[in-house]
């Protein structure tokens, strides 16, 4: 568990880090590129959700909002 818990930490706090580069960001390829890597991130976060959902480390009740959150998450960065 500690080790999926470290996985989903630094996956899901690059979302926001690289939303941020994003919008930092000097050119469009750039901003587009920070887009790309924040929705790659989200994929991972969600990936790893569901690792854990179907080892049943959380109760899978537990993790329902946060599996919808990562899954719209994914599709918001796909759409920019």
């Not at 959150?69 to 918001?76: G, N, S």
């Amino acid at each position: 568990g500690f080790v999926l818990g470290k996985q989903i930490c630094r996956s899901g706090t690059s979302i926001g880090a690289n939303i941020e580069e994003a919008q930092a960001a000097q050119t469009k390829p750039e901003f587009i590129r920070r887009m790309c890597i924040a929705r790659a991130e989200a994929r991972e976060t969600h990936y790893w959700l569901r690792i854990i959902s179907r080892a049943a480390i959380v109760k899978p009740s537990r993790l329902g909002s946060l599996l919808s959150e990562a899954d719209e998450l994914t599709r918001i960065l796909t759409t920019l």
